[in-house]
């Protein structure tokens, strides 16, 4: 009598069984992750634009119709940004440029205004502006300088201008700390390079070691014109200055 041997298979189907189960469980872990991040994608977006206004600078002085404008950013894209002045809606834009039209020509010399802005994004959220400042010069005024200067120690900052025949320059400087500032020099533009070069200059108008001052003068000659702030003492002197052309 003869005899065949037989393999077993046992084992083998065993493996493959196995295998089959971890087939299984990670296309299930990859359901899963997938919903995660499908999830992720489709959840509720809880981050708000960032919007700021670009013109006109805080503090300057403006007249006759205001261009406004900003800059606006968020992840999934910016649907609307209104425009406010003093509070009161100007004008809403849905697409580029971000900007509107502000009339100031009724309004008082000398009155100050704010502006600020709103972005909205597909989720209605809201990104709100920091507020700018500006105050409505007189008719015919231009603006040379409005704002705040820090005047390093030992140092000097400067402004420069262009003027014509018959302007008259008028402004005010304010020290807001530090001291007092050394000197406020008016020049024209030769005088300024030999100012300095640390040569001889004349200047059109000078005041020296002052914490408040106020010049009205008349403009003699076309051409750039430079407003130098001097301090000479230790510490940083911060000054308030606005100046403008009449």
């Known amino acids: 009598m003869s005899f065949r041997k037989v393999r077993r298979t046992k084992g083998k189907g065993q493996s493959v069984a196995r295998l089959a189960a971890v087939a299984v469980g990670l296309a299930a872990m990859a359901v899963f992750a997938g919903c995660d991040l499908l999830n992720s994608l489709l959840s509720t977006d809880e981050t708000p634009p960032t919007c700021a206004i670009t013109s006109p600078a805080d503090s300057t002085t403006v007249n006759g119709v205001v261009q406004i404008a900003a800059t606006v950013s968020d992840s999934f894209g910016v649907v609307r940004v209104e425009f406010y002045a003093g509070g009161a809606i100007v004008s809403a834009y849905s697409s580029l440029p971000y900007s509107a039209s502000w009339d100031a020509s009724s309004l008082a010399e000398g009155s100050w205004h704010s502006f600020s802005c709103i972005a909205y994004d597909a989720a209605q959220n809201k990104g709100y502006s920091d507020t700018v400042a500006v105050e409505i010069a007189g008719i015919g005024q231009t603006s040379v300088y409005h704002g705040e200067i820090d005047v390093a120690a030992r140092g000097r900052d400067a402004v420069w201008f262009n003027a014509h025949i018959g302007d008259t320059l008028a402004g005010d400087v304010q020290v807001v700390s ?27 108008f000078k005041q020296d070691n002052f914490s408040q001052m106020s010049m009205r003068q008349a403009v003699a000659s076309a051409g750039k014109f430079y407003l130098v702030f001097v301090n000479a003492g230790n510490s940083v002197v911060n000054c308030w200055a606005r100046f403008v052309l009449e």
């Open 178 to 204: 530090g001291g007092t500032l050394s000197s406020f020099i008016w020049l024209d533009s030769d005088n300024y390079q030999k100012y300095i070069a640390n040569q001889t200059y004349t200047a059109l």
